[in-house]
T-cell receptor
Framework: NAGVMQNPRHLVRRRGQEARLRCSPM?????VYWYRQLPEEGLKFMVY????????ESGMPKERFSAEFPKEGPSILRIQQVVRGDSAAYFC?????????????FGPGTRLTVT | GESVGLHLPTLSVQEGDNSIINCAYS??????FIWYKQESGKGPQFIID?????DKRQGQRVTVLLNKTVKHLSLQIAATQPGDSAVYFC??????????FGPGTRLSVLP
């Protein structure tokens, strides 16, 4: 049973370009979370999605950032017109969210570098 | 000993000694807690969890203690090994809402 998959693992973008980060949850998991991590810091929640729905986007910047989790295919975190401050590791986690089971399983992350 | 670095507090222990990593959580209503281990360049890895109706839970070489009175969580690692060197995060959850992660502690195992 494959774990959470993220791609690409490393992404380099110039200022002003778009970044698309993909996350395939574990089999049977329909809940996906995105987190951002700056060097030497903890993980900061960005957005929580269920299939075709955004449940909580309270941690996502209001501009330039968007996320989706379509009925088919991976979840996508999209950053438009990237700036140097967007450079970070972006982690996706998935969860079955069965009754009382909130455990989240993390992917290996995408390291975004904005030049 | 324990020191506060530029961002992450660091705990240095001798190989074979026991390690205790502490975490203060913020929400008294949180009912579920997880300790994660993150090695350099990798995603967080689940270590052990505990629910708020418990005050202690043991795994293989690890024990988590929960003190709800002072909102404190600790992770004890017995007989620390070089492979335990990593950053450790606690995370709290309030009845299925999103996890809130602590700032992390870097564990450095000295030979």
């Amino acid at each position: 049973n494959a774990g959470v998959m993220q791609n690409p693992r490393h992404l380099v973008r110039r200022r002003g370009q778009e970044a698309r980060l993909r996350c395939s949850p574990m089999k049977g998991h329909s809940h996906v979370y995105w987190y951002r991590q700056l060097p030497e810091e903890g993980l900061k929640f960005m957005v929580y999605l269920q299939k075709e729905n955004i449940i909580d986007e309270s941690g996502m910047p209001k501009e330039r950032f968007s996320a989706e989790f379509p009925k088919e295919g991976p979840s996508i975190l999209r950053i438009q017109q990237v700036v140097r401050g967007d450079s970070a590791a972006y982690f996706c986690a998935s969860s079955p969210r069965l009754a009382g089971d909130y455990e989240q399983y993390f992917g290996p992350g995408t390291r975004l570098t904005v030049t | 000993g324990e020191s506060v670095g530029l961002h992450l507090p660091t705990l240095s222990v001798q190989e074979g000694d026991n390690s205790i990593i502490n975490c203060a959580y913020s929400n008294s209503a949180s009912d579920y807690f997880i300790w994660y281990k993150q090695e350099s360049g990798k995603g967080p890895q689940f270590i052990i969890d505990i629910r708020s109706n418990m005050d202690k839970r043991q795994g293989q070489r690890v024990t988590v203690l929960l003190n709800k009175t002072v909102k404190h969580l600790s992770l004890q690692i017995a007989a620390t090994q070089p492979g335990d060197s990593a950053v450790y995060f606690c995370a709290e959850n309030n009845y299925g809402q999103n996890f809130v992660f602590g700032p992390g502690t870097r564990l450095s195992v000295l030979p």
